[in-house]
């Protein structure tokens, strides 16, 4: 069983930042691929970044240039340093990853508003 526990979100004026952050646990040696995703209300949940063990990554369109997603492998930990922030990224934002079985976390509010 795989546990992914988010942090990070919260109130945020637009053109400001956050970083959110995913700790990955369990019965795990590695995790290879894990990404971000959001869900704003009344809308479809959308990948906004992934990133391989390796390292390489993919950004949905509408974050490229802003939003940043890099790992820690030894800690088992992503994150996603989100600048420039704008209104529409309203939303929560959920950590995946798959081991085998598709892992979710449990959701953290990033609010974008003056």
């Known amino acids: 069983q795989v546990q992914l526990v988010e942090s990070g979100g919260g109130v945020v004026q637009p053109g400001g930042s956050l970083r959110l952050s995913c700790a990955a646990s369990?019965?795990?040696?590695?995790?290879?691929?894990m990404g971000w995703y959001r869900q704003a209300p009344g809308k479809q949940r959308e990948m906004v970044a992934t990133?391989?063990?390796?390292?390489?990554?993919d950004y949905a369109d509408s974050v490229k240039g802003r939003f940043t997603i890099s790992r820690d492998n030894a800690k088992k930990t992503v994150y996603l340093q989100m600048n420039s922030l704008k209104p529409d990224d309203t939303a929560v934002y959920y950590c995946?990853?798959?081991?085998?079985?598709?892992?979710w976390g449990q959701g953290t509010q990033v609010t974008v508003s003056s």
């Open positions: 990133i391989s063990r390796r390292g390489t990554t």
């Open positions: 369990g019965s795990i040696v590695s995790v290879n691929f």
């Open positions: 995946y990853t798959y081991i085998f079985n598709h892992y």
